[in-house]
Each structure stands twice: as structure tokens, then as C-alpha cells.
């Protein structure tokens, strides 16, 4: 099966900059996540959908990231304005379903450097 | 919320056995996750348990002791493409089943 497929591969940007990425998941997978991932520390959890419904998207700052999951399928996320603390790796992953057991599988992931 | 707590980094020599352990301290728990991430790649998917106990796949093999907060990941025969970060994750009770992740433990295996 395809996996996880993100894009871009690499971004970089000027502080205030507008960015977005873009996820497309496993087919047939409806639960999605977006991690953010600074060098060196585990992914932290951004926003959940389950189909296109948001699940948590307590930890994401909303002031200037944004995401959505239209028609269930592909997901974007956007970040308005960004800041130098926005460098990272983003990585979206799917899984078949939300149950405990189902193991998250993720994309390359975009890197992000702001300037 | 959850703490979760791994070793920063570890070295081992290749066709050696090596111990990643990882603690938890979680408002409540419904299974835990190691997950293997090569530099600049995808974290892929390694082993699952929501039971006490150990799981082996292969080469690699899982423990988890709910009671303790404890697993470990157990890494037999070491090879060179072993390096690698490996990251644990643990599932809350909450409705929504997200996992959330350790630092990660920096392997690096030497000849």
C-alpha cells in the first residue's frame, strides 16, 4: 500500500511569512494527526481529525496555526504568521482506525526553517 | 497529563544486545508504542503492548510492567543500520487515543 505522502519536502522561509503544508493519508485511513517534531526532542502532537472532524486540537496555537481535513481525505496545515521557534519537522500520520491498538504510520515530513 | 521518560542517547557494539528503557507516569493508560526513526526519515512503526508482559517480533522484543510504569525495548544482534532514534509512546485512556511521545533514545552502534 502507499504510504503516507507530505508535501513539500523542505521549506524555508523569513519570520512573519505565510507557510503551508500539505497530507495525504493512507487510503481508507480516518483518523489523522499532525506532529511537530524540534531536532532532538519526540513529535508533539499538533491537531487529531477523525474523518474530517477535529478530535484535540488542544496544543495547537491557534493565534497563528490553522488546519483542516476536507471532505475527510487530504489535510493542510498553515501557519500565519510564523516565527523562528516554528523550525521543525512536520509530519502528518494516519491510522486505520482510532483504537487504541491502531499504530500510527507517518510521512517523511516536511522541514521547516524560518529565518 | 503524561511524563514520559527515556535515556537520551546510547552506544553498543554491532551483534551486541542493548536495553532501551522508557518510564511513564500517565493519568490513566491504554498501550504503549516504540517507534524507530532513522535521521531525516519517518518514524515506522515497531512493536505494541497494552498487557504486561513481553512481546517478541523477530530481533527486537518489548516488555511492558503496567504497575512499575516501565517498558523496555530489547534490541538482539545488533547491526550497523540499527542506529536510529527510538521513541516510546504511550496511549492515554482519554477518548481520543493519542499517543504522546518520549525525547527519544539516540542509538549508535559501533563496529
Known amino acids: 500500500e502507499a504510504g503516507v505522502a507530505q508535501s513539500p519536502r523542505y521549506k524555508i522561509i523569513e519570520k512573519r511569512q505565510s507557510v503551508a503544508f500539505w497530507c495525504n493519508p493512507i487510503s481508507g485511513h480516518a483518523t489523522l494527526y499532525w506532529y511537530q517534531q524540534i531536532l532532538g526532542q519526540g513529535p508533539k502532537l499538533l491537531i487529531q481529525?477523525?474523518?474530517?472532524?477535529?478530535?484535540?486540537d488542544s496544543q495547537l496555537p491557534k493565534d497563528r496555526f490553522s488546519a483542516e481535513r476536507l471532505k475527510g481525505v487530504d489535510s493542510t496545515l498553515k501557519i500565519q504568521p510564523a516565527k523562528l521557534e516554528d523550525s521543525a519537522v512536520y509530519l502528518c500520520a494516519s491510522s486505520l482506525v482510532e483504537g487504541a491498538g491502531s499504530p500510527l504510520h507517518f510521512g517523511n515530513g516536511t522541514r521547516l526553517t524560518v529565518t | 497529563g503524561q511524563n514520559i521518560d527515556q535515556p537520551t542517547e546510547m552506544t553498543a557494539t554491532e551483534g551486541a544486545i542493548v536495553q532501551i528503557n522508557c518510564t511513564y507516569q500517565?493519568?490513566?493508560?491504554?498501550?504503549l508504542f516504540w517507534y524507530q526513526q532513522h535521521a531525516g526519515e519517518a518514524p515506522t512503526f515497531l512493536s505494541y503492548?497494552?498487557?504486561?508482559g513481553l512481546e517478541e517480533k523477530g530481533r527486537f522484543s518489548s516488555f511492558l510492567s503496567r504497575s512499575k510504569g516501565y517498558s523496555y525495548l530489547l534490541l538482539k544482534e545488533l547491526q550497523m543500520k540499527d542506529s536510529a532514534s527510538y521513541l516510546c509512546a504511550v496511549r492515554d485512556e482519554g477518548g481520543s487515543y493519542i499517543p504522546t511521545f518520549g525525547r527519544g533514545t539516540s542509538l549508535i552502534v559501533h563496529p
Open positions: 481529525f477523525q474523518n474530517n472532524g477535529v478530535v484535540d
Open positions: 503492548n497494552v498487557l504486561d
Open positions: 500517565t493519568s490513566g493508560f491504554n498501550g
